[in-house]
């Protein structure tokens, strides 16, 4: 037992010294948090050198979160990399030939990264590994990324789905929310939540 108490201690003594008890690790800025979260060898009070990039808002919410609402009241003038822009494009439905529409998203933002130009990733981005393969993507490009996490009560979602002109039926919106990942603030260099989850 006393073994387990000066291990506590030693864990908390550490903690102040890192100046991390009780609150976040300060970094030197978001880029070098960004990086050391990733797994890059730096050290959190010197800051790491980002190369130029894009600027990339990247949305994360379930279908109905109100997504295409928040793009247009906060990037009204940015191009959209969209999955379902990209299917209604192509002629499908939902959930048919989805590996057609999303090479055609991922290459829409290839070309925006490598003009390092800013755009908005307007996708589900249900889990933890669907966000990975976008922000992957847009941190080979060095750009510089902004995850926006919204979401609505579950009753709201599922009458606002009910009423939109979509192909995706009440009992798979339900799926997917079974299956939701809420982002961490660790995954991009600023992650925005909404109010009611803030703290």
């Known amino acids: ?3 387990t108490l000066d291990a506590i201690e030693l864990f908390c003594e550490l903690a102040r010294e890192e100046n991390c008890f009780g609150q976040p690790r300060a970094f030197a800025d978001a880029h070098t948090a960004v990086s050391y979260f990733r797994g890059a060898s730096v050290h959190p009070d010197y800051p790491l050198y980002q190369e130029a990039g894009s600027r990339v808002v990247l949305l994360s919410g379930l279908p109905a979160s109100g997504k295409d609402t928040w793009v247009a009241a906060h990037c009204r003038d ?3 990399v ?8 192509l002629g499908l439905a939902h959930g048919k030939n989805e590996g057609l529409v999303a090479h055609g998203a991922i ?7 490598r003009e390092k130009r800013p755009f908005v990733w307007n996708a589900t981005h249900l889990s933890d590994q669907m966000r990975s393969k976008s922000l992957d993507l847009c941190f080979a ?3 510089d990324v902004e995850l926006v996490y919204l979401e609505r009560p579950r009753a709201e979602l599922l009458a606002r789905n009910h009423r939109r002109d979509t192909t995706l039926s009440n009992k798979r919106l339900l ?7 809420v982002p961490l603030p660790t ?10 989850l803030a703290g």
């Open 187 to 196: 995954e991009a260099h600023r992650v925005r939540y909404p109010d009611s």
């Open 141 to 143: 490009y060095h750009a």
């Open 175 to 181: 799926e997917m929310l079974y299956r939701w990942e």
């Open 107 to 113: 290459d829409k933002a290839k070309a925006l990264l």
């Open 1 to 3: 037992m006393q073994r």
């Open 78 to 80: 940015w191009p959209v």
């Open 82 to 89: 969209s999955f379902d822009d990209m299917r209604a494009q």
